[in-house]
């Protein structure tokens, strides 16, 4: 793949509907989708379309094509996040950590309040507060429309050397002042002009709209605010009514302004795709796709494995929350003693392959395998099996091909992207298989990975994990 010429910081988006006719879209050049940070590590250049984020407009999909490293620009050396559940929350994990060992990867720090996923491979971990810890402010929703608003206070003062994100960042910029004025130019540019934690809450109440019925003082009295129902709803058009009754005035988003059965901004832009074309329509398989049960991969994977949103936690957060694991479909306790990952079987697949509830099963395919505790159930399907995504990744080996003991089962999905004009996402519906194992076997195979530090209220101790350094 070759390079390409940035974006400039604003182009006008082709083909796009009347609200965006005629608009400058701002454009971040420098920026990787997390779907392709893999690559992007392994075998740069990559290139692709839009910024890749949930909620921005349909426009956006249009924008590039965008390409890293920028023109001139070196590959990626070091990676510092705060978000450390790649291998969890995205595709192909095992890629993910073959990116991470990388000899181009020279150094990874990573802040984060839990010691979990891709924390195992920082070389730096810096502690960070939990909400508990710290000040802030909070809606119900993030995507710009909420019900209620409510105040944050502290509960408890920071534990250990644990910092809130921002202090933690300064703190690093004052190691490297030796190389001039890094602190001060963070600093000013981070608090705006000598804005302190408070300040920026207020700021985000004012935002909210709720100081036009209640002062901040008020608010941080009661703690939150519900915003009423807005006054004379019923006099609101009712959904695309306005379209209905006069399209030519009040024009959808589309770019004819008008309900579309054909896509004319994909005819138009991606003339050539023929996986994701402007009719909506089956596609069996494309674009590093062969996913389907009547595939040829099928025969060797037969299952399809529905991988939702856990129930009982968020992505890999509150994984090792005792009173949650107590319930009976959060884990399934093996003969070993551990808590394993939810897979559920119907009884029809579960007689066929000799599992029973209790079991502990490998779900696997070419990219690799990870366990889980067999629930037989009618609630999944035959010919499917389910299991949670998010689990923290408790590895027996690493890497394409490896085994995890945790149940992380992103770790097996597929590593291409939707197709090679929609960088999404590929996490469910993908094949796999499904066998029982013995645990004690396993755990002579791998007496390392076996034999680590277990908690069963909470699951692997972290300091399995944790090397001292100055």
Known sequence: MESVTPMPPSVEIPNCGPAFRGRQYSVRPSIIPKTMIPEAITNPPVQWYGHIAAGLPREDQFVGPLTFPLEGKERIHMIWSDAPCWETCWNGGNEMQEALRHESIEFLLIQHPWMENDCLFADILLPINTKFEEEDIGTDSDNGMWSVVYYEQQAIESLGESKSDLEAVEEVAKKLEQFGGIYEDLHARMMDGGKTVGDFIKAGFENTGASEKLSFEEFKEKQYYPFPTKEKWEDLPVGLSQFYEDPENHPLTTPSGKLEYYSTALADIFPDDEIRGPIPRWIEEGDGHEERIDSKRAIE??????????????????????????????????????????????????????????????????????????????????????QDHGARVDTIVSGVGGLDRGGANNLIAPSATTSKNAHGEVTSGFLVNIEKVDVFQLAEQYPEAFGRAYDPASGVVVDEYIVEGN
């Open 301 to 386: 994977y037969p299952f399809l494995i529905v991988s939702n949103h856990p129930r009982w936690r968020v992505h890999a957060n509150c994984d090792d929350i005792t009173w949650l694991r107590e319930i009976q479909t959060c884990k399934v306790v093996g003969p070993d003693g551990y808590a394993y990952e939810p897979v559920w079987v119907n009884p029809v697949d579960a007689g066929k392959l000799g599992l029973k509830t209790g079991d502990v099963a490998k779900i696997y395919n070419e990219r690799g395998g990870v366990l889980g505790g067999v629930i037989v159930s009618e609630r999944i399907i035959p010919g499917a099996i389910y």
